[in-house]
């Protein structure tokens, strides 16, 4: 009998979004990438050019975080085979006052456990007070 495909632990894949949050909320670019495979991409948003590899993705986050944007999580993750997608606000202080940002993620996991793949989506309709 063949061995069973291995898939990534949805419980862990819904720690790592809660982990994605805390990190914004610590305003830690490095805990950010430690949930990244060391070959992931992050497409943000999509149709924007796609940062390959861990350091690349690091040095992303380390320049989304100078904003002080804060990440709350606006439903539950949905888990769907090796994706967990959820739906969150971006809110940050910009340009003398309050602005949201509502998007959704698709974070892609290896069995590892490590997100191989990010895709954003937002665009300017879901930019708010901008």
Request: charge should be negative; glycine fraction near 8%; hydrophobic fraction near 45%.
């Amino acid at each position: 009998m063949p061995d069973p495909i291995k898939m990534p632990d949805p419980a862990r894949m819904e720690a790592a979004v809660n982990a994605y949050v805390a990190a914004f909320e610590a305003g830690s670019a490095d805990q950010v990438a430690a949930l990244y495979a060391q070959d992931a991409t992050v497409e943000d948003p999509i149709g924007s050019p796609i940062h390959h590899g861990r350091e690349a993705i690091r040095a992303f986050y380390a320049e989304s975080m100078k904003t002080g944007a804060k990440l709350k999580l606006e439903g539950p993750v949905r888990i769907a085979g090796d994706y967990a997608v959820f739906p969150f606000s971006v809110n940050l202080n910009y340009d003398g006052g309050a602005k949201r940002i509502d998007v959704i993620d698709t974070f892609r996991f290896n069995e590892a456990n490590e997100v191989v793949e990010m895709r954003a989506y937002w665009g300017p309709a879901n930019m708010h007070g901008f």
